[in-house]
């Protein structure tokens, strides 16, 4: 799952304001604050990214559409997992709504759901299958994770170092 923008602002925020109050120098500690107030106001004004989004929820709509043709082939998808493949493959297909946060959520949510009933029913099917499944799963969150780690800047250990 993804953290809310809102989780995120709240718990930097808060993190700040307890190593505030510890800085002793009137002058950081007033420039920590500072980020405090700059960072409450920009906390009800930023968003995720449509792009990223998108990406995020197409990736997630081919895997499921992947998932239910292996389910698919050969007749092989056991009768605990039917109402699974009709569920992902009811997601594999929709068009998202405009709350784009909220259906990369739900879609999140069912991939959790699905992974928990593939380990649940896994000696239900034939090993390869299994293997597979499992391997388009770690490969989707490869991918997200490799995503995200794209996104995130370089830390600047350098000028932390001098400080």
């Known amino acids: 799952m993804v953290n809310s923008l809102e989780r995120l602002f709240t718990e930097i925020i808060e993190t700040l304001d307890r190593a505030g109050q510890s800085v002793s120098d009137p002058y950081a500690r007033s420039q920590v604050f500072a980020v405090i107030d700059i960072l409450t106001n920009l906390a009800s004004r930023v968003e995720w990214k449509r792009s990223d989004l998108e990406a995020t929820i197409s990736d997630l709509q081919g895997l499921f559409g992947e998932i239910v043709h292996l389910l698919g082939r050969n007749g092989a998808c056991p009768a605990a997992l039917t109402a699974l493949r009709e569920q992902l493959s009811s997601a594999a297909t929709v068009q998202p709504g405009e709350d784009l946060v909220v259906e990369r959520q739900r879609l999140s949510r069912l991939l959790i759901h699905a992974m928990e009933r593939f380990a649940a029913t896994r000696t ?40």
């Open 124 to 163: 239900q099917l034939p090993e390869a299958m299994a293997d597979e499944i499992d391997q388009l799963c770690n490969a989707y969150l490869r991918r997200q994770l490799d995503r995200d780690v794209a996104l995130v800047r370089r830390p600047m250990f350098r000028r932390m170092s001098q400080a």
